[in-house]
Nanobody
Framework: QVTLVESGGGLVQAGGSLRLTCAAS????????MGWFRQAPGKEREFVAA???????YYADSVKGRFTISRDNAKNTVYLQMTGLKPEDTAVYYC??????????????????WGQGTQVTVSS
């Protein structure tokens, strides 16, 4: 079993920055690709970014150029640096991890482990 704990959310003005952190514990040797998803009120959960074990990254078009995902395998931690935040980025952000590699990294169904979520609110 793997436990994911997110931190770093908060309230920020449009144009500001935040860095989210996701710490993994437990059987972390079984973790492959890690990702971030978000869910705004009344909307479905959507893919934000992912990074595989070797460091290859993937981004949703809506955040490309503004968000950067990275990971520290030694610390079992993944980060999401968010810059140029917009009110439409307001959502609960979830960290997720794949148990086995699946190239459908943008589909939430391929992730076995999920964090509890952290709220990000961007004011205009």
């Amino acid at each position: 079993q793997v436990t994911l704990v997110e931190s770093g959310g908060g309230l920020v003005q449009a144009g500001g920055s935040l860095r989210l952190t996701c710490a993994a514990s437990g059987r972390t040797v079984s973790v492959n690709t890690m990702g971030w998803f978000r869910q705004a009120p009344g909307k479905e959960r959507e893919f934000v970014a992912a990074i595989n074990w070797s460091g290859t990254t993937y981004y949703a078009d809506s955040v490309k150029g503004r968000f950067t995902i990275s990971r520290d395998n030694a610390k079992n931690t993944v980060y999401l640096q968010m810059t140029g935040l917009k009110p439409e980025d307001t959502a609960v952000y979830y960290c997720a991890a794949q148990k086995t590699y699946d190239s459908r990294w943008q589909w939430s169904g391929t992730y076995a482990y999920w964090g509890q979520g952290t709220q990000v609110t961007v004011s205009s």
